[in-house]
Nanobody, 122 residues
Framework: QVQLVESGGGSAQAGGSLRLSCAAS????????MAWFRQAPGKNREGVAA????????TYSTSVKGRFTISQDNAMNTLYLQMNNLKPEDTAMYYC???????????????WGQGTQVTVSS
């Protein structure tokens, strides 16, 4: 059974940094992608960043490109999101997602975590 568990959320000041982690248990695929999504109150869930499971190819939304970095440690089966220069509009619940066949920032991922809250104050 696949389980994705996020951690590392919390509060930060604008301009600060946070690092999110996602521990993937039972996930043995080396294809497809893992990704980070976020959902702010009253808004749709949006893809933030994705990384190809079998390599280092990444993609980012325009709203976070240049500020956020997605990475993975396949040996530890862990996904990361380094968030720098945080802005109040980054405030949202952040979710980890994985899919063994598809890649990108669309909401088609097969597996999802429960989320971790990020709050950025001005």
């Amino acid at each position: 059974q696949v389980q994705l568990v996020e951690s590392g959320g919390g509060s930060a000041q604008a301009g600060g940094s946070l690092r999110l982690s996602c521990a993937a248990s039972g996930y043995t695929y080396n294809s497809g992608c893992m990704a980070w999504f976020r959902q702010a109150p009253g808004k749709n869930r949006e893809g933030v960043a994705a990384i190809y499971r079998g390599g280092t190819s990444t993609t980012y939304s325009t709203s976070v490109k240049g500020r956020f970095t997605i990475s993975q440690d396949n040996a530890m089966n862990t996904l990361y999101l380094q968030m720098n220069n945080l802005k109040p509009e980054d405030t949202a619940m952040y979710y980890c997602a994985a899919d063994p066949r598809r890649c990108g920032l669309g909401n088609f991922y097969s597996y999802w975590g429960q989320g971790t809250q990020v709050t950025v104050s001005s």
